[in-house]
């Protein structure tokens, strides 16, 4: 059984996300709660760097790439998978947490619980 996600105040600002049996990790992810910071998505963020938003929803606007978008539950459990593409939009079914990672990156498998690792800090250039 999944774990409840902790909350906003809870999440520090930089975790990365895993499956308890190891077989999935996320690269670093920034945890997006305020407007502005969801609004931007991982437009100006460096490659490699993942978002985890609370909602259902994202947009593509002002993406030069397509992004994997991963829908979850508050525990956490994988719910939908999806690729956005630029200027288009998407509503993940059943989702209360959305992460975006980068083009490229692996997407969990649908189901997969995964929990939420606190990282100190990302170093410039990772």
């Known amino acids: 059984m999944c774990q409840r996600v902790p909350g906003r105040r809870r999440l520090p600002h930089i975790v990365r996300l895993a499956a308890a049996d190891g077989g999935w990790q996320s690269p670093p992810v920034i945890a997006a709660f305020g407007p502005w910071r969801r609004f931007r998505g991982l437009a100006p963020l460096s490659v490699g760097t993942g978002l985890l938003m609370a909602g259902s929803g994202v ?16 525990t956490g459990r994988v719910v939908e998978i999806r690729r956005l593409e630029p200027g288009r939009r998407t509503v993940l079914a059943g989702a209360d947490l959305v992460l975006e990672l980068p083009p490229g990156d692996p997407l969990p498998a649908i189901g997969l619980c995964l929990t939420a690792r606190p990282m100190l800090g990302l170093c410039r250039g990772d």
């Open 59 to 74: 947009h593509g606007r002002g993406m030069a790439h397509a992004l994997g978008v991963v829908g979850l539950e508050r």
